[in-house]
């Protein structure tokens, strides 16, 4: 079992950036892909960025690439999201997510365990 709390979200203008951070616990992060999905209201969740087990591979939703960078920390057990150029359509619940596995995901069907979310507010 994998728990996963998210922190960092809040409102920020146009233009303006955010760290998000996604804290593991209960099982050896780094054994887990890590995802970032997000959600709109009205809208069905979509995927953000990833990361594999090492490190050594991301991937980004063309929406963020370029803007948003994913990354972890094993010896804390916390993946980050740090978002740049942060846009009004940005807005959503983001969320972390765990799976096992030795590559990357970008389906939600793919995770296994999820965080409760973390607003993040654009204002333009």
């Known amino acids: 079992q994998v728990q996963l709390v998210e922190s960092g979200g809040g409102l920020v203008q146009a233009g303006g950036s955010l760290r998000l951070s996604c804290a593991a616990s209960?099982?050896?992060?780094?054994?887990?892909?890590m995802g970032w999905f997000r959600q709109a209201p009205g809208k069905e969740r979509e995927f953000v960025a990833t990361?594999?087990?090492?490190?050594?591979?991301?991937y980004y939703a063309d929406s963020v690439k370029g803007r948003f960078t994913i990354s972890r920390d094993d010896a804390e057990n916390t993946v980050y999201l740090r978002m740049n150029s942060l846009k009004p359509e940005d807005t959503a619940v983001y969320y972390c997510a765990a799976a096992s596995g030795s590559y990357y995901y970008i389906r939600p069907y793919n995770y296994d365990y999820w965080g409760r979310g973390t607003q993040v507010t654009v204002s333009s």
């Open positions: 990361i594999n087990w090492s490190g050594s591979s991301t």
């Open positions: 209960g099982r050896t992060f780094s054994s887990l892909a």
